[in-house]
């Protein structure tokens, strides 16, 4: 006699479907839904980073050194995060600053 499944048994969404996974029993199927939970849904973050780097890098900033050009682009793509000024330039103030001359 065959045992029906009920559909609350059955995962929703690639995440439940790891959870109930055994991976003694299918230890293929447990990679694969791995490799399926860690990838991006859609590529919007990703083609957001990229169009904010090719607005920060105009004509102007071609002669700006990597380091430099990193931290614009993480200001301008975690623009939501508030940075208080005080913070920073306690920051740097701790930070001991020697000049090469030769």
Known sequence: ??????TKDLPKNAIDAL??????????????LQILTTLPVTTANIERSFSTLIRLKT??????????????????????IMINPDDVLNKLATKTRKLRLM
């Open 59 to 80: 004509y102007l900033r071609n002669t700006t050194c990597e380091n430099r050009l990193n931290g614009l682009a993480m200001m301008n793509i975690h623009s939501d």
């Open 19 to 32: 959870q109930k996974c055994n991976t003694s029993i299918f230890p293929s199927t447990f990679k694969l």
């Open 1 to 6: 006699m065959k045992k029906k499944l009920r």
